[in-house]
């Protein structure tokens, strides 16, 4: 049975009154062939999918864009800052990004250091209020962070991503107790954005409740990216089940699942 | 652009001087003949403007339609970007 088929509710994911398909959205770097690529997306069945904003390589005749390699009309396409590390730098990468002529959406990046690619939550804010200004719809990378996650709300983001780890690290959901936390203080979607390595990872991160999760690395530098696509696919499928199921509670003792009575005397 | 001394200067060297703008095209400096457009720009190097994204000095141009409209001058920073795969 397809989960197609299951008398699953869901509210829908609607992040500033678009409605997407998939909870899941992802990445196009780092695949070892673009083929690769749209083979994987495919299997994630993503909707919403990321592409970054760099120079045209002039002396090289065969460089192609993504656009070449995917479909507008099939996917969402959300331009990031990535790589920004001032509040100026990323609000020229966005008025590029939007001026490509799809939408007015920007997945913003202010980052503050090479080594752990952490985001730098002053000019993040700085940015934020920029370009909620312009007219942007952003959806602001940051950290796990409740208090920076309220500011960015309040300044107009219309999704507050916080990571589960830093970005390409693969090192799955560090502080699940933060994640939840913002999660229930936000009125704006939540999506975990950066860190989920395996689909362990991402069943954990919506078993928290956030709306959604958006992963790169995970997929494209898995042994089988096309595989681990399909995988992440059913693992934020299962874990925004799992929640909307409510879990047991835990206990620290055991309590047998068969009954006591009619055993043999 | 650098001239040579006057009295070497040839009414052919000043006039190839006069018919080519030096720009700055991301991040290198290359030469185009005087009167040159974003549009000439683009095409010289076989690119559709629908794929790429044109900043000219500093300033974001929307209007594809305006491409050809927008001369570009000896000095003129220009950037052509696109979209690239990324996370």
Redesign the interface.
């Known amino acids: 049975m397809t989960t197609a088929t299951l008398p699953v509710n869901d509210v829908p994911f609607e992040i500033a009154g678009r409605e997407f398909r998939s909870r899941l959205m992802v990445g196009t770097g780092k695949y070892r062939s673009n083929e690769e690529m749209s083979a994987a997306i495919e299997a994630s069945g993503a909707e919403v999918v990321t592409v970054a904003v760099r120079r045209v390589d002039l002396n090289r005749a065969n460089d192609e864009g993504m656009l070449h390699h995917l479909d507008p009309d099939q996917h969402f396409l959300l331009a990031n800052t990535a790589g920004c590390y001032s509040a100026e730098e990323a609000v020229r990468y966005a008025r590029l990004a939007r001026a490509a002529g799809f939408n007015e959406w920007i997945k913003l990046e202010v980052l503050g250091d090479e080594e752990t690619l952490l985001p730098d939550v002053a000019g993040l804010l700085e940015a934020t209020k920029v370009l909620v200004d312009e007219g942007f719809k952003v959806m602001a990378y940051t950290n796990e962070d409740l208090i920076v996650a309220l500011r960015l709300e309040d300044a107009g983001a219309v999704a507050v991503m916080p990571l589960a780890s830093p970005i390409g690290s693969g090192l799955g959901l560090l502080n699940p107790q933060a994640i939840r936390t913002i999660k229930r203080r936000l009125s704006v979607p939540v999506i975990v954005d950066a860190g989920v390595g395996c689909a362990t990872d991402a069943c954990a991160a919506m078993e928290q409740g956030v709306d959604g999760i958006l992963m790169n690395t995970g997929i494209a530098a898995a042994t089988d990216p096309v595989r681990m696509a399909h995988a992440m696919k059913l693992a934020v499928e299962a874990g925004r089940a799992s929640f909307l199921a409510g879990r047991m509670p835990k206990r620290e003792t055991a309590m047998p699942s068969s009954p006591l009575d009619g055993m043999l005397g | 652009m650098r001239q040579p001394p006057a009295i070497f200067q040839s009414m052919s060297q000043q006039s190839i001087a006069d018919e080519t703008v030096t720009l700055t095209?991301?991040?290198?400096d290359r030469d185009f003949p005087a009167g040159s457009s974003v549009a000439d720009l683009l095409e010289s190097?076989?690119?559709d403007p629908r794929?790429?994204?044109v900043?000219h000095n500093?300033s974001?141009?929307?209007d594809?339609d305006a491409y050809g409209t927008i001369a570009l001058t000896t000095g003129d920073v220009v950037?052509?970007?696109?979209?690239?795969?990324?996370?």
């Open positions: 095209v991301n991040g290198e190097h076989k690119l794929l790429v994204v900043e500093r974001v141009l929307r594809r950037e052509i970007v696109h979209f690239v795969g990324g996370g």
